[in-house]
């Protein structure tokens, strides 16, 4: 298994803007973006700086385009990798493409962004051949973040913390929880997926205790189907 072949190189431009996030979370990642605007300055004073990141919580509340926007944000390209597709039989041909990619990453001063993080400890069966062979993969992982060059940007994601090596855990510097909006904050971004629409098109039914992902969804499949009840209607009373 090649696992360039799995990498997306994200070339969309997401700001800070885009992401719906609270005031704390928001706080952090401005500092975060700072830190490694600053990573010359910082280092001369012997201050490190946060580099391994990790994004945990609810899917769909933005995980993902919260690192994009980071990597936006510095000037760097984005390389992601979505580790659930990429465990396979030959757990040592798949630390081996791990170490590959944490290489270029490096070397090109990408952010890499590794989503699932969970399905490293998730993949371990009751054969124990299969379990040694997850907790090499595991260490070789653990061995990868703790080499990571401090100008270079790591960020995971995942929905489930809990499941996750506690060693693993401990390598990241910086955890950020994401959990599902509030009805006020669904409301703000509610207004926000209907403003550039005409009015008529605008009176959607809110849905709530959902993600950000399940309302744009949502929002958009309701003006699509008002669009196209309007556009029926006045082909029928076309002369």
């Known amino acids: 298994m090649n696992l360039y072949n799995l990498i997306i190189q994200d070339k969309e431009e997401v700001s800070l803007n885009d992401v719906f996030l609270d005031s704390h979370n928001r706080d952090q990642l401005v500092q975060l973006i700072k830190e490694h605007t600053y990573v010359k300055e910082l280092q001369e004073y012997g201050l490190p700086v946060n580099n391994k990141i990790l994004l945990q919580g609810n899917s769909g509340c ?89 100008n270079a940007l790591l960020m995971c994601a995942t929905n489930h913390a809990e499941i996750i090596d506690t060693a693993l855990l401990r390598r990241f510097q910086l955890k950020i929880s994401y959990e599902l909006p509030s009805r006020e904050f669904l409301d703000t971004y509610y207004d926000s997926l209907v403003s550039g629409f005409p009015e008529e098109l605008q009176k959607v039914e809110r849905k709530y205790n959902i993600s950000f992902a399940e309302a744009k969804d949502h929002t958009l499949t309701s003006i699509k189907s008002a669009l196209i009840k309007k556009l029926e209607a006045e082909k029928i009373i076309q002369p």
């Open 62 to 150: 933005g995980k993902t385009m919260t690192a994009k926007a980071v990597a936006n944000a510095l000037g760097k390209n984005i390389l992601i990798l979505n580790l659930s597709n990429i465990v396979s039989s030959r757990i040592g041909e798949t630390s081996q493409n791990i170490k590959m990619i944490f290489d270029k990453a490096a070397r090109e001063r990408s952010v890499l962004f590794l989503d699932e993080l969970d399905q490293i400890g998730k993949a371990r069966g009751s054969d124990d051949k299969d379990v040694g062979e997850m907790r090499r993969l595991v260490n070789t992982l653990i061995q990868l973040i703790d080499y990571y060059p401090e």
